[in-house]
């Protein structure tokens, strides 16, 4: 199984970037995904679920009403389309997949992850 994210990079308060999640050696519509962040010296949290039942999105209050997650299922890929940035969002952006049909925000939880994508947001 392979997780690889993209899209990450530098960009000024209030614009946007897409991030991407390409999963191989899965079938992808089996497994629910997540996204999640990390700052250096934090515990790592969730941003973005979607769910192998029914495509289901949720979202963390903090990010609620500027992304949104969406599956591509054909492609194998999940986006993660990041709008109006703040610098509190700069962080190491993951995305892990779990073998159930329902999305959960513990990170244990996640059977594989990607490397990571850094996202940094000045101010």
């Known amino acids: 199984v392979q997780l690889v994210e993209s899209g990450g990079g530098l960009v000024q308060a209030g614009r946007s970037l897409r991030l991407s999640c390409a999963a191989s050696?899965?079938?992808?519509?089996?497994?629910?995904i997540g996204w999640f962040r990390q700052v250096a010296g934090k515990e790592r949290e969730g941003v973005s679920f979607?769910?192998?039942?029914?495509?289901?999105?949720y979202y963390a209050d903090a990010v609620k009403g500027r992304f949104t997650i969406s599956s591509d299922n054909a492609n194998n890929t999940v986006y993660l389309q990041m709008n109006a940035l703040e610098p509190e969002d700069t962080a190491v952006y993951y995305c892990?997949?779990?073998?159930?049909?329902?999305?959960?925000?513990?990170?244990?939880?996640?059977?594989?992850w990607g490397q990571g994508t850094q996202v940094t947001v000045s101010s």
């Open positions: 892990a997949t779990r073998y159930s049909d329902y999305v959960s925000t513990v990170v244990d939880e996640y059977d594989y």
């Open positions: 979607i769910s192998a039942s029914d495509n289901s999105a």
């Open positions: 050696g899965i079938t992808f519509a089996d497994y629910s």
